[in-house]
């Protein structure tokens, strides 16, 4: 694979293995292969976007509010709303999505990274890419995280960062509170940053790792606006943590990296949280319907507290259940699990779609 580079390239030698992160972008009527929420902003939200843009327009000659405080204070005013705890712009840093927020992670600590896989591709390509050895620790075959195996792990290898994301992408299950607290616990005496990634928290009933923060000041908590607020293609994210790490960000972050548009924007959607909150509550149910269906076919899905479930059971490959899907007019997404494919909640016509032409090829 290192061949495709020309000898004269100084590729940085931990980029030469790597092949570039992606989805398959494919023009079909059912798109149900990246975890969008599959709804489309509300009018009266759109209204509130274009108006607070609109009020940035004429400054755009100036650079934006480099630290985003306004943005900032209502994330935390939001993640007050949501869970009843309360944080301060001092706890939250904000980037172009949560990739950016982990890439951060990434440059500013050092050491080894693990994770427990498998999860969310983006944690080792990043830590690799930012030139890190990755240790990857397998999950267990029903996908939930091997507690001795991963506290021993990381005791013995004492990476600099540990990453856990829960509900865990693809398979959608949780990590239990006490058992993250153990990972925390076991991080912080080897002086690691734990990592816990929250994409899709507000799709879970689960106890978020939010309850910890006040007892671990290594916890880093990554969430995003792509998922539950509709907001894939603004770049969102956020990260919840003690001042101290929020401090490390600063030193890092390039220049007025989150424009004005971008931070107006999320001020307006953050106004209208509680009607996206209705959405979360209908994208669940379609989940709990759509798993009900999949398994009335002879189906095993994995239980699953996101807004995708991940499932197994058909006879064909992977990969072949994948292109007669896409022959069909419907993209669900092949994550590299044999036997398993992985397909987002979408709209009840998408999930119709999807179901009629699952039926038809199984």
């Keep these: 694979m290192n061949d495709r580079w020309p000898k004269w390239l100084k590729l940085n030698e931990s980029l030469k293995a790597l092949t570039p992160y992606g989805a398959p972008q494919i023009s079909l009527a059912n798109r149900l292969n990246t975890n969008e929420n599959p709804y489309e902003l509300s009018a009266s939200l759109q209204a509130s976007i274009n108006a607070a843009i ?13 630290d985003a405080i306004n943005l900032r204070s209502a994330l935390a005013d939001e993640i007050k709303r949501q869970s009843s705890l309360s944080f301060g712009v001092e706890n939250i840093w904000v980037a172009n999505g949560s990739n950016e927020i982990l890439q951060s992670i990434a440059l500013a ?22 030139g890190k050895k990755w240790i990857s620790i397998p999950r267990r075959a029903d996908f939930s995280v091997d507690i001795p195996a991963s506290l021993n792990a990381i005791s013995e290898q004492k990476p600099g960062l540990v990453y ?41 009933n689960s106890p978020s790792a939010l309850l910890l923060l006040h007892k671990f000041p290594n916890l880093i908590i990554s969430r995003t606006m792509s998922k539950a607020f509709a907001f894939a293609g603004v770049r969102v994210g956020y990260m919840i943590a003690d001042p101290i790490l929020i401090e490390a960000m600063l030193l890092i972050r390039l220049p007025y990296h989150l424009s004005s548009l971008t931070q107006a924007a999320a001020l307006a959607a953050l106004s209208h949280s509680q009607e996206l909150s209705a959405q979360i ?33 058909f006879k064909e490959s992977s990969g072949e259940l994948f292109s007669k899907l896409v022959d069909k007019g419907v993209l669900i997404r092949d994550v590299s699990i044999p036997g398993y494919l992985r397909v987002t909640i979408g709209t009840e016509d998408e999930n119709k779609a999807f179901l009629a032409a699952l039926t038809s090829t199984l």
């Design 109 to 130: 600590f050092s050491g080894d990274a693990m994770g427990f896989e498998p999860s969310y591709s983006m944690h080792p390509l990043i830590n690799r890419s930012a």
């Design 54 to 66: 609109a009020k940035e327009v004429k400054s755009l000659n100036r650079y934006p509010d480099r």
């Design 164 to 204: 856990l994301t829960t509900p865990n992408n693809p398979s959608g299950n949780t990590t239990d509170i006490d058992q993250i607290e153990s990972l925390a616990k076991t991080c912080q005496e080897v002086g690691a940053i734990f990592v816990v990634d929250e994409a899709y928290a507000e799709f879970s």
């Design 281 to 313: 509550a209908q994208i669940i149910d379609s989940r709990k319907s759509l798993a009900r269906e999949l398994e009335s076919l002879g189906l095993v899905v994995i239980e699953s507290e996101a807004n995708f479930l991940l499932f197994t059971g």
